[in-house]
Structures are given as structure tokens and as C-alpha cells.
């Protein structure tokens, strides 16, 4: 490797007109790149812009229909992740590549272990592995914990000191921020400044521009597939790039919303003292009806676990649950559906939560409702017809038929989807876990605009997002959680970026008292 | 945590299986009318040994999340060939055994292909390959019969300075010069990866085929080695339909019984080992208490129930129920 | 990717489920089913008349009541390796109860499938609410109901006789030259057919096939649902033995044990994704006719036991490389 360093922007690795089908749809159209050594590359695009489909062929877990890839100016050709690993290019995934049976350091050693007399060396093995996880700024994890006893942040860590173990000329991180705690952000941020000091070339992909105007030395923007525009870093607003990513001005993004009454809404939802092991303590809020309210916080401090435990999911909750002012239990989603209740949840992940992907898209938005559309035990056709057109209709789902599975739609649909499929029952508590991640800025707008056209109908919803921008344009109030508590309550004009960020960091809180 | 915890976290499902086996093999000799003799070892060695290398069989299987239900039947049927080779002079001997172990893994090495290359799920497959494997069992040995160099069979099954069963010091041998560098080898870490996921093991370019098809092949090896095993026991050879599906039964029971994880990526054959002679023992457990032969199969059965609800007693205390589905 | 198309929804002719899932594995079973009609004309020109195939119809339909029970549990991605003992006890059970009394004779066959359903319950709830994998605990109560029946006939093959209830249910004619069995096979399809397509408990059968969480999210009471796809699978197995203990005119042990593998085969051969959530009622129907002639076509050219189960064996695994195969990882 060449680490004699300023001879800025070498280009190492270079794609001419490559070009990717999937059955009929166009992922990847005549796309070119250029990235150079020592620089960090930004790629932004919505999502199915074709940047995962990029990725994938140069990591060489797709192979491409078209165009030609040159590493360092000679003609390459990945049949596998294997060939392109050998090349010196390594991927961080937005899905996690880890194997959880494993432990940390088998997992970081995985695609070339040390070997001795043929066998794996595990001494070897775990100085690497100690090696890789502290020049990824991770060395609190051990190297022999096993990949499913960690939690999501810790994988991430995991999976970057792995890439960094390959020793790559090339490295790819897409989304890999995604699941990390602010301070492991920053931790990162410093590693990948090193590794473009020591020359390597590093591909950047991420949705948050912050980081992007913070890293990156060039830009690539791709929109249906083709790359639209390359620019210097900080060459263009944030305006100008989101404009290229969607191709048509952005107007409001979120809805507007309703001044705040007087009297306090009528509470709908109502929790006092909800309590479940370590993760959750002492949690008393309400949400009345025609409120957005949203759950803030870092990543992992008892959002999720909030929402399964109101949702009858988890076992042994402790605390008082009213609905409408009267105590209810709920054991099971069953129960949480049921008319008196009329409870929603939104899971966290689509494809193994929401839907059953190789379904039909008919049978997935009629699934939670099927009690209702049954008549003297058969399915009603005609209710069922004729409430997945209502829902295809007001949701706007852009689908070839409803009787294609749900996992050809794009992810946008998809989400589309699985918020029909509750909305049908008419909830009247919409409780909601991140329901715009991974996806594109059009359905994300969409769904905003229903959330506040739910809350105006006379909804319950409680929303956690791991977006402050969507919680701060969304929200009527913010519930911040750290540790498994509330420590915030932020609405009205306190409700601020800063103030979010310092509150989900539980900081700062003494002056805020002062100031109160 | 500390260095032996993780060691710990690593290897709970081989302890608990060795813990199971401890506890009741402790009930069984407390009950044993003559106590731990050395030729009660031995009786318990050779037959727990039986069931010991279809259990690593079909744990090796498991381990890259598939079954082999044909386990028995390679079983059968290279105890069918060793009853025509394994005889005669030592070099003939020799040959026999070399033949009889490249028959298993030949038969294990079919049943990976049809699985990898093939794509079919190795339920179905190993069902269909199992018919096959007993029909040339069956070819071989249409009645009981034939014979096999008896002097090493009673070398193998016998005692070892009068004491140590020689069976198991065979197993002990296998674990380590099979077992062992299998597992620390590139292969056997790709098995590993394949059964706990498949597409993350993908993604890190692990060599996925070679693994599957590695752990396919020495699982027929270890299958074959129960053949040659059987007919150093008995003497003979026989295509007994309803003990090969038995054994493919309780081989499956006795990696539960071991910690082997049936989802695939979790456990070892040393833990199917300790399952294989957990589940011989309640049949010897049977015998020295002294039960009606005709409660005996009654009594297996409720064992076998209980026992696995135990192993399902750890879900009852998940707090998340989406733990219940993965 | 991008959206492929837009604009209003397209509307689909509405055909029932069984017909909208014909797909090639189906069509291509039924494919098979015509070649070995042909290859057994070929040997027998007895092969092509209508007494041989409804005799063949006969002798599928038990292996069809077997095998719709079989399709439940593997529709939700589970394994009923208890069928073999489940029918043997509901074909003794149905003739020890018709020596019962007056009432017995009456009450033999229900007698005899809810023992089956009994059996279906414990896997249900073992499966459902304990989480033991279905593998196991239906190869445990196997093994229990074996040892059950063991004790009950002490050992020896019992003297039972089938009922004539029980004889008429099997091989009489309600319909002139019509086995019952067969319009007893039929029924149970009609039924099949419609709880898989047109109920919600058929919906919710194959949702937890695709993914368990996503149903139990969904509000769907997974474990019920399991619970009874068991239930039916074990009074399916009972019935299928009491079939055929009527159709051999008496109960024996091990009777059920050349049933086991072959419900598996004609499920998987008609379609069945073997990991659930995918297949149609209409591909197990081929898959049994399948095999019900394979066996027929080896038996009627003499081969012997030994080559029967390695033809068996091949022509299964050739028609799964041909159709069954999953999907290319990339």
C-alpha cells in the first residue's frame, strides 16, 4: 500500500457505465465514479437511488450487466465478496454482516484467519482482533464475548474493527453510523480522518448531512440509478443537494401544527409508574387525544422496550396502564387490538416485523383485520376489496397489483404498507417505532402529513424516531428517556434541537433548572 | 466478566449436556446391583459409543442448521459392508475399514451435494437419500449374516489394561484427530457461520460451500465409523429398517439433549456425545429399576418428553416475547 | 428501486386461492402423475381402467387424509414426526371401543380420531406455548404413544377386528363404484380447500409460515393457531389409520410406520416450501397420487423391497432437483 500520502486524489478505483438490472427495474444505469486515495467520498441519494446496488458491486456481492470497474488502473472483476476482500476493499453494511454465534474476535479474523499447521491460530486471532477493535476506538468490548450477547451499538464498533482488520485500500461504510451512540460517532469521525491521513480511499455513505459536510472532501449525489453530480465538499447548500437527490423542490417539510389549546387535551393513553427489570423505570406520561407525542433520546435507552411493554409484548411490566381513565391489562398484541382499546404499533423492522414478504400485498394489508372482515367463518371478499382499496387510495401505495408479494414494493411502499394494514382497523392509539428509517425524504413526507391528519381525527400517537429533525417538526411534545426514564419533557418553543440533544444526553440539566 | 466466564458463556450447552448425562449415569450405578465394575463401564461404554458417533453425525449437521435423517440408514448400511469387508487377514482388514469409512463418507458426501449444489432442504433430501441408503443396505444383507475379523472386534470393544473401556478411548481419539481440527479449521468456523447466518457469513466471504459440504462429509464418516462400530459389537450385519430409523430418532434427541442448538450455529459434538449416552442410560436406567420390558418403551418415551421440556424450560422466563420467534 | 408502476390498482379476476397458487411445482406433479400412467401402460394395459385407478384412489386416499394433516403443520414451518404411532393408536383405539357396549360400534371412529387429536394436543401445546421445536417433542410423543400401544396389546399384534363401521367407512359404496374412502378423501379436501383460501384461521396459518413475529404483532393469536394445526394434524393421522384399519380389517402395530415419510414426500412433491408459509392443497393432492402410483408401478413390476426404496428414494430426489429447489442465494 502506498501511505507516501500527498499526492492528493490518485484515483485508485474508477467505474465506467456500470450498469445493474434486476428483472426489469433499472437499479444501477451507465453510473461512473471516481474515488482517489487519501480522500473520503461521499454518496448521497434517496433510497433505491441505486447506492446500495453500487456498493454491492463494488464489494462484489452483485455482479454487474454493464461497464467496467479499474483498481489503481487495471481492469477489474469481482465474482464474490471473497475476490473483492483479496483486492483490499472492505464494507461496513448498513445490514449487519456478522455471524452472532461467533465471538467478536472469530467474527473480525473471519474472512482471512491466522493459521497455523492448517488449523485456525487462536492466539493470533485474538491479537488482531484486540489490535483491530482498539484502532476502531472499541476496546472495551472483548474479544471472546459472543457477537449476540452485544447490543447494536457495540455490533456497529464490531463491525468496523473488522473492516479496519483487512488492512483495505477501499473502505465502505454505508450507514454505518446508523445504530451508534453520539460518543461512538465521534470516535469513528477520528478514525476515518486517520485512515485518510495514512492514504486509503473511503466511500461514505449516509443520510445525515451533518456528517457528510463534516467528512467528506467530494460529493456524489445519485438519483434513479445514475450518479446526477459530483461537487467539492461545501460547494453546495443543503438546499441545493437535497434538490438533486429528489429532483424537484422540497416544499414544507412537515405539516403544521395546531396551536396549543388552553385546556390540556383529553387523555386517551395514560401510564403511571411503568416499570420493566433495569430498562424501564418509573415512566408516568399521557397522551391525549389529537397529540403527536414523541420519544426521544439516544438510540437504546428504553424507547423500543416503552413501546413493546405498552403494546402487551413484554412480560413482567409493573405500573398502571389506563385507557380512556380506566386500568386495562394487556398480555398480547391480541388484546391490544381489540375495539375498547384500538391500539397500533408500527415495528421497528418491516421485513421481519411488519410484513410477510413473500405475501401478497392483498393479504398483508388485510391481515390485523381479518376478525372484522369475517362473515359466518369465511372471509368477506367484497369488505375485504373494498377496504385495501380505501387504505391503496389514502396511503397513496403505489403497487402493480395486489396480488404481488409485498416484498417486490420498494421500501417507501412497503412502510406504506404496513401502516395501512393498522390503520384499516381505525386505531385509535398509534403507537409508532421509527417508522421513516431507510426511507426515501417523499414517503417520509407523507407520513408526517398522515400522523398529523391521524392526531387531527382524534388519535393517541406516540412516535420515537430516531431522527431530532422529524421529532422536533412532528411532535406536539417530546418525552426524552435516558437509562430507561423520562428526564424531559420538551414542548412548545423549548422544544429545540439543542435543547434535545442536551436532554438526551442528560447534561446540562442542572442549568436548565437554574434557568427554569 | 472474566477469562473462564467466557469460557463458560462458550460452552454452556456441552456442560449442561455433560451434566445431564453425570446426573443420571450417578442414578444408574447408585442402582446397579454390582456398582461401577469395570465391566459395567464397558457394557455402558460400547453402547453409548454406538449411539455416540451417530449423535456427532447428526450434530455436525445441525450445527450448519440441516438434519440428516438418513444418518441411520448410513449407519446401517456400512455396517451391512463391513459384515462383507472388515475380514480376513490384517492388511484385508485394513482395506475393509478403509472402505467402510469412505462408503460413509461417500453417502455423507451425496446427501451435502444434493443439500448445496442441489438447493434442497435437507429434511426432504436426507429423507430420500436414506430410502436409497437402506435399499443398498438391503441389496447387501437381504437376511442377517456374515462376519468380521473378530479379533479386532474384541480389541475394540474389549478393555484396555483391564479397565479402561477401549471404546471410548476410539471415541476420544476420533473427537480429537476428526473433531477437533474440524472445528478449529477454516471449514469447520464457515459450518459454524452457515448455520447461525447464512447471508452475514456470505457477505464476510466466508467459503460457505466448502464448510456445508465439509461438515455433510465427516458427518457420513462419523456415521460410518457407528457402522463399523455396530459390526465389531454383533458380529454381523443386518438391514434392520426399524433400527436405522431409531437411531436417526435418538440421534437427533441426544444433540438436543446436548446443547446442540437445532436452529443451527450453537454447540459441539462433544455435547452430543454426552446427549448420546444421556439417552442410552435411560434405557439402562430402565433396566436396573427393574421394569416391566413391556413399560419399557411407555417409560422412554415420557423420559424423552420430560427431558426436553426441561430443555424448554429456559423460554418460559423470556421477558420479550418476540424471543419466542427467531 | 424505483416505483415500477402507478396509478390505480389493477383488478385481479378473483379466483379462489387453491387456483391462483398453481403454480409450476403443482402443474409439473400433475405432469408426473400422466408420465407414470404411462410408463405402468406400458407393463399392464389394466393400468389405464377405471378399477385400477379408482383402486388407486383408494389406496392414495389414506395416505391423503394422513397427508392434509401433515400439510397444516408444515405450512407453519413445523414437523409432525408423530404420525406413524398417532394412526396406529386410532385404528386400535377405534376397535377397542366398538367392543364396548351397544353405544361402542357407534362411537368407535370418533372414539379412535379424538385419542389422534389428543396426541395433536400435547405437540400443539408443546410446540406452541412450551416453544419446544416440533421435531422434537413429536418424535418424544411418537415414542410415548408406541410405548402406549405396547402396553395395551402386551406386546403381541392384537385380535382386534375392525367394525364393520369402520370396514363399511373404508371400502363400501355410498355411490355405486366409489370406494367411501375416496369421497371421504374428497370431503376433507373440499375442506382443506376452503379453511387454507377462504378463513381467516387459513390466513393466519400461512402468515406464521412467512414470519411468526409479523403475525403476532399483527394481533393474531399465534400459539391458538399452532396449537390447532396440530390438534387437526394428529385427528387427520388418527383417521387415516382408522381408514386403514377398515380397509385391512383390523388394527396391527407398526401399521402407521410406512406412513411417515411418504406424507412428508407428498406434501414437499406437491409444492410445499418445506420452511412454511408457501403451497397450495391442490399440489399435496398431486403429491399423493405421485406417490401412491410409484409405489403401485414398483410393486406391480416385482421389484423387490430393496430396489423399491432406491427407485423411491431416486425418483424423489429427481423430481425436488427438478422443482423443489430454494432459490439461488444471489
Not at chain 2, 459409543?49 to 446401517?76: E, N, R
Not at chain 2, 458427518?219 to 429398517?241: C, D, I, S, V
Not at chain 3, 410406512?258 to 391442490?282: D, E, K, M
Request: proline fraction near 4%; charged fraction near 15%; hydrophobic fraction near 50%.
Amino acid at each position: 500500500m502506498d501511505t507516501s500520502g500527498n499526492t492528493a486524489a490518485m484515483p485508485l478505483l474508477r467505474m465506467e457505465g456500470v450498469s445493474k438490472r434486476y428483472g426489469g427495474v433499472r437499479a444501477l444505469e451507465n453510473a461512473h465514479l471516481t474515488v482517489g486515495t487519501g480522500r473520503i467520498h461521499a454518496i448521497l441519494g434517496e433510497n433505491g437511488a441505486g447506492k446500495s446496488t453500487l456498493i454491492k458491486v463494488i464489494a462484489g456481492v452483485v455482479e454487474p450487466d454493464e461497464g467496467r470497474m479499474l483498481l489503481g488502473g487495471r481492469t477489474i472483476s469481482f465474482r464474490s465478496p471473497a475476490d473483492a476482500a483479496a483486492a483490499g476493499i472492505a464494507c461496513v453494511f448498513q445490514e449487519l454482516s456478522l455471524i452472532p454465534d461467533l465471538s467478536v474476535a472469530d467474527n473480525i479474523v473471519i474472512s482471512n484467519p491466522p493459521r497455523r499447521f492448517g488449523m485456525i491460530d487462536r492466539v493470533a486471532q485474538r491479537r488482531i482482533a484486540e489490535e483491530a477493535l482498539s484502532r476502531a476506538g472499541a476496546a472495551d468490548i472483548h474479544p471472546r464475548a459472543l457477537v449476540r450477547d452485544l447490543p447494536l451499538s457495540r455490533r456497529q464498533m464490531v463491525e468496523i474493527a473488522k473492516a479496519l482488520a483487512r488492512q483495505p485500500r477501499i473502505l465502505i461504510l454505508d450507514e454505518a453510523t446508523s445504530a451508534l451512540t453520539a460518543s461512538d460517532v465521534e470516535k469513528v469521525f477520528a478514525v476515518l480522518k486517520r485512515l485518510k491521513a495514512e492514504g486509503l480511499a473511503i466511500l461514505y455513505i449516509s443520510h445525515r448531512m451533518h456528517e457528510i459536510a463534516e467528512l467528506a472532501d467530494e460529493c456524489t449525489v445519485f438519483r434513479n440509478g445514475r450518479n446526477v453530480e459530483s461537487y467539492v465538499a461545501g460547494t453546495r447548500t443543503d438546499g441545493e443537494v437535497v434538490e438533486m437527490m429528489i429532483g424537484r423542490e422540497v416544499s414544507t417539510v412537515f405539516p403544521a401544527k395546531p396551536e396549543p389549546s388552553p385546556d390540556p387535551p383529553v387523555p386517551i393513553l395514560e401510564c403511571r409508574d411503568l416499570g420493566w427489570g433495569e430498562r424501564l423505570r418509573d415512566i408516568s406520561f399521557s397522551v391525549g387525544a389529537g397529540e403527536v407525542v414523541g420519544l426521544g433520546g439516544l438510540d437504546g435507552q428504553g424507547q423500543r422496550d416503552l413501546l413493546l411493554a405498552l403494546f402487551g409484548v413484554l412480560r413482567g411490566t409493573s405500573g398502571t396502564l389506563l385507557v380512556d381513565g380506566t386500568p386495562v391489562a394487556i398480555a398480547s398484541p391480541s388484546a391490544a387490538r381489540v375495539a375498547g382499546i384500538g391500539m397500533a404499533l408500527i415495528p421497528e423492522d418491516r421485513k421481519t416485523e411488519g410484513l410477510m414478504l413473500p405475501m401478497t400485498v392483498r393479504e398483508n394489508l388485510s391481515f390485523a383485520t381479518l376478525d372484522r372482515l369475517t362473515k359466518r367463518g369465511m372471509i368477506d371478499r367484497d369488505a375485504e376489496q373494498a377496504a385495501i382499496e380505501e387504505m391503496v387510495r389514502l396511503l397513496g401505495i403505489k403497487t402493480a397489483g395486489l396480488d404481488i408479494p409485498v416484498g417486490a414494493l420498494s421500501g417507501g411502499n412497503q412502510q406504506k404498507v404496513v401502516i395501512a394494514k393498522w390503520l384499516m382497523r381505525k386505531p385509535r392509539i398509534v403507537l409508532l417505532n421509527d417508522p421513516t428509517r431507510g426511507i426515501d425524504v417523499g414517503t417520509k413526507q407523507e407520513i408526517y402529513q398522515l400522523l398529523r391528519r391521524l392526531a387531527d381525527a382524534g388519535a393517541a400517537i406516540l412516535f420515537y424516531s430516531t431522527d431530532y429533525d422529524e421529532l422536533i417538526g412532528c411532535c406536539d411534545r417530546v418525552l426524552v428517556l435516558y437509562d430507561g426514564r423520562i428526564v424531559r419533557e420538551l414542548q412548545g418553543e423549548g422544544l429545540t434541537e439543542h435543547a434535545l440533544i442536551a436532554s438526551a444526553l442528560n447534561v446540562e440539566q442542572a442549568d436548565q433548572l437554574e434557568g427554569a | 466478566m472474566t477469562e473462564w466466564r467466557y469460557w463458560l458463556n462458550e460452552q454452556r450447552g456441552t456442560l449442561i449436556g455433560l451434566a445431564i448425562f453425570l446426573m443420571m449415569f450417578a442414578v444408574y450405578i447408585a442402582n446397579h446391583p454390582a456398582g461401577l465394575t469395570a465391566n459395567v463401564a464397558q457394557t455402558a461404554a460400547n453402547k453409548g459409543v454406538l449411539l455416540a458417533f451417530v449423535a456427532m453425525a447428526q450434530a455436525l449437521v445441525v450445527i450448519t442448521a440441516g438434519i440428516d435423517l438418513s444418518v441411520g440408514m448410513i449407519f446401517i448400511l456400512t455396517n451391512c459392508l463391513a459384515s462383507w469387508i472388515v475380514v480376513g487377514s490384517p492388511l484385508a482388514t485394513t482395506a475393509g475399514v478403509v472402505g467402510v469409512l469412505a462408503a460413509g463418507m461417500l453417502c455423507g458426501a451425496i446427501n451435502g451435494l444434493l443439500v448445496i449444489y442441489g438447493r434442497l432442504q435437507p429434511i426432504v433430501a436426507t429423507i430420500a437419500t436414506g430410502a436409497v441408503y437402506f435399499g443398498i443396505a438391503l441389496l447387501l444383507r437381504p437376511f442377517p449374516g456374515g462376519s468380521v475379523n473378530e479379533d479386532l472386534a474384541d480389541a475394540v470393544t474389549g478393555r484396555l489394561f483391564g479397565v479402561v473401556p477401549a471404546s471410548l478411548v476410539l471415541l476420544a481419539a476420533v473427537v480429537l484427530l476428526v473433531w477437533i481440527p474440524f472445528r478449529r479449521s477454516v471449514a469447520g468456523r464457515a459450518a459454524y457461520a452457515a448455520g447461525s447466518s447464512e447471508p452475514a457469513a456470505f457477505m464476510s466471504g466466508m467459503p460457505l460451500r466448502r464448510g456445508k459440504f465439509a461438515a455433510y462429509t465427516v458427518a457420513g464418516l462419523f456415521a460410518g465409523m457407528g457402522g463399523l462400530f455396530l459390526t465389531f459389537f454383533t458380529y454381523t450385519g443386518e438391514a434392520a429398517y426399524a433400527s436405522g430409523g431409531g437411531y436417526t430418532l435418538w440421534s437427533i434427541a441426544a444433540v438436543v439433549l446436548g446443547g446442540v442448538s437445532l436452529y443451527g450455529g450453537r454447540g459441539s459434538a462433544v455435547g452430543a456425545i454426552f446427549g448420546a449416552f444421556a439417552a442410552r442410560t435411560t434405557g439402562d436406567m430402565l433396566f436396573v429399576f427393574d421394569v416391566d420390558p413391556l413399560w419399557q418403551p411407555l417409560l422412554q418415551g415420557v423420559v424423552l418428553l420430560i427431558a426436553v421440556s426441561i430443555g424448554a424450560a429456559g423460554l418460559l422466563r423470556v421477558r420479550n416475547r418476540l424471543e419466542w420467534f427467531r | 428501486m424505483s416505483e415500477t408502476s402507478e396509478g390505480p390498482v389493477a383488478m385481479r379476476t378473483r379466483l379462489p386461492q387453491a387456483f391462483r397458487r398453481v403454480d409450476r411445482a403443482v402443474l409439473t406433479a400433475f405432469g408426473c402423475i400422466l408420465l407414470l400412467l404411462f410408463i405402468g401402460s406400458l407393463y399392464s394395459s389394466n393400468f389405464l381402467s377405471l378399477d385400477y385407478l379408482l383402486q388407486q384412489l383408494k389406496v392414495a386416499s389414506f395416505l391423503g387424509v394422513v397427508a392434509a394433516g401433515m400439510m397444516l403443520v408444515i405450512l407453519l414451518g413445523h414437523i409432525d414426526l408423530s404420525v406413524p404411532w398417532v394412526m396406529t393408536t386410532g385404528a386400535m383405539m377405534a376397535c377397542a371401543a366398538a367392543g364396548f357396549g351397544t353405544l361402542g360400534p357407534a362411537l368407535a371412529i370418533p372414539f379412535g380420531v379424538v385419542c389422534g387429536a389428543l396426541f395433536g394436543l400435547v405437540n400443539g401445546l408443546a410446540v406452541a406455548y412450551l416453544r419446544i421445536p416440533s421435531m422434537i417433542i413429536t418424535l418424544a410423543t411418537n415414542v410415548v404413544a408406541q410405548g402406549l400401544m405396547v402396553l395395551y396389546t402386551g406386546g403381541f399384534s392384537p385380535s382386534d377386528s375392525a367394525p364393520a363401521a369402520v370396514r363399511w367407512l373404508a371400502t363400501g359404496h355410498v355411490v355405486p363404484g366409489v370406494p367411501n374412502a375416496i369421497l371421504v378423501w374428497a370431503l376433507i379436501s373440499v375442506a382443506m380447500v376452503v379453511l387454507l383460501s377462504r378463513t381467516s384461521y387459513g390466513r393466519s396459518i400461512y402468515g406464521i409460515g412467512n414470519s411468526e413475529r409479523a403475525a403476532y404483532l399483527s394481533g393474531v393469536d399465534t400459539r391458538r393457531v399452532v396449537m390447532i394445526a396440530f390438534i387437526l394434524s394428529g385427528a387427520l393421522s388418527a383417521f387415516g389409520g382408522v381408514l386403514l384399519a377398515g380397509y385391512a380389517s383390523k388394527a396391527a402395530q407398526a401399521m402407521g410406520d410406512a406412513y411417515l415419510l411418504p406424507s412428508i414426500a407428498a406434501v414437499v412433491l406437491g409444492g410445499t416450501s418445506i420452511l412454511g408459509g408457501r403451497g397450495s392443497y391442490l399440489g399435496t393432492v398431486a403429491g399423493v397420487i405421485l406417490i401412491t402410483l410409484l409405489q403401485s408401478i414398483l410393486s406391480v413390476m416385482q421389484m423387490p423391497e430393496a430396489g423399491r426404496q432406491i427407485v423411491y428414494g431416486v425418483v424423489i430426489i429427481a423430481m425436488l432437483l427438478l422443482y423443489g429447489r430454494t432459490p439461488a442465494s444471489r
